[in-house]
């Protein structure tokens, strides 16, 4: 009988054990990975309804797969969801640059009232009165959640969403079979005949500057893009120029979603008056049309796709 008792109380010691070390394994040990757990918690929701992620598929490049995402009491979002990958270093943010960082971007979905809707005092009482959260933020900032640490947790988080494993990537570190013909003669394209990267240069594809490419009319296209952002006349029709890494898991495409596919997209650059013939101050970059073939805009599509990190999977390439 004693032996059956203790083998008992060491079972139950080792039990407790267990259960007290799955709760440490559990504690996010990074501030990274504390903005992942709210990244993904409605908490941060006026209703509890949505989160970050709600918007920001994790599959689909953190991007939506709606041209207008749904917010809470599903209310559309005026501006269509963008990937959030490779955002690490970026000097402005959202389609019109009205955030200087990533704290300050991820500030702005919380707050607005098309989107999750919660005022950032209420937020954080709530994370006050979460006993999890309250202890995690004790742990990792010394401090209990405030709303400086809880977008400094959510940024640390979306720093960590870099992607350089395409096959892209493998093409330019010397293994010449990583990118398919097509995509190869896509890549020349992109650099020659077709412009492209004359707006999206650099390691991410973007030159972080703000171009009109001619999607704002003023009638049926009534977005004025950066104007809002810095009521300066000259901005009407202007817009972030977005990376192109894993641009193949994010359609729909533009700030309004208006593109369905790449090859919409292609086809709109190829010839822009064929599908918007009255864009105001349009950049002269498109003011003639590129005359790329059927074969030289497949390529183009082809090399895009090779912009995809291993870690979205392609179904339809």
């Known amino acids: 009988m004693k032996l059956r008792k203790m083998i008992f109380i060491l079972l139950g010691i080792l039990c407790a054990y267990t259960i ?18 709210l990244f993904f918690d409605p908490l941060l929701s006026k209703d509890r309804s949505i989160s970050c992620a709600s918007c920001h598929i994790p599959q689909f490049g953190f991007a939506d797969t709606l041209a207008f995402s749904n917010g809470i009491h599903h209310t559309p979002t005026k501006r269509n969801t963008p990937g959030i990958t490779n955002l690490s ?40 009165d979460n006993e999890s959260y309250r202890s995690y933020f004790q742990q990792l900032f010394n401090s209990p959640p405030n709303s400086k640490n809880l977008l400094q947790a959510i940024a640390a988080f979306e720093r960590t969403l870099e ?8 093409y330019i570190a010397g293994d010449d ?20 990267n004359n ?6 594809f973007t030159a972080d500057r703000f171009k009109n490419i001619g999607l704002y009319n003023g009638t049926t296209l009534r977005d004025a893009g950066r104007f809002e952002a810095t009521k300066d ?13 894993n641009v193949a898991v994010t359609a729909p495409y533009m700030h309004n979603g208006m593109f369905k596919t790449l090859k919409e997209v292609i086809a709109y650059y190829n010839e822009p008056n064929n599908i918007v013939h009255d864009g105001i101050n349009r950049d002269l970059s498109l003011s003639k049309p590129l005359n790329l073939s059927k074969e030289e805009m497949e390529d183009l599509e082809a090399f895009l796709v090779a912009l995809t990190d291993d870690r979205f999977k392609l179904k339809d390439h």
């Open 20 to 37: 007290i070390a799955g709760f440490k394994t559990n504690d996010p040990p990074t501030k990274a990975q504390l903005g992942e757990k």
């Open 89 to 128: 270093g970026r000097p402005n943010f959202f389609w019109d640059g009205r955030a200087a960082s990533l704290e300050d971007q991820a500030l702005q979905p919380i707050i607005n009232p098309d989107e999750m809707g919660l005022p950032i005092e209420e937020a954080v009482q709530r994370l006050n």
């Open 163 to 170: 992607t350089a494993n395409s096959p892209y990537d493998r």
């Open 177 to 196: 079979n990583a990118l398919t013909p097509s995509a190869i003669r896509g890549r020349l394209l992109f650099i020659g005949k077709a412009n492209c």
């Open 199 to 204: 707006c999206h240069s650099g390691e991410d």
């Open 233 to 245: 006349s000259s901005h009407r029709g202007f817009f972030k120029v977005p990376g192109l890494r």
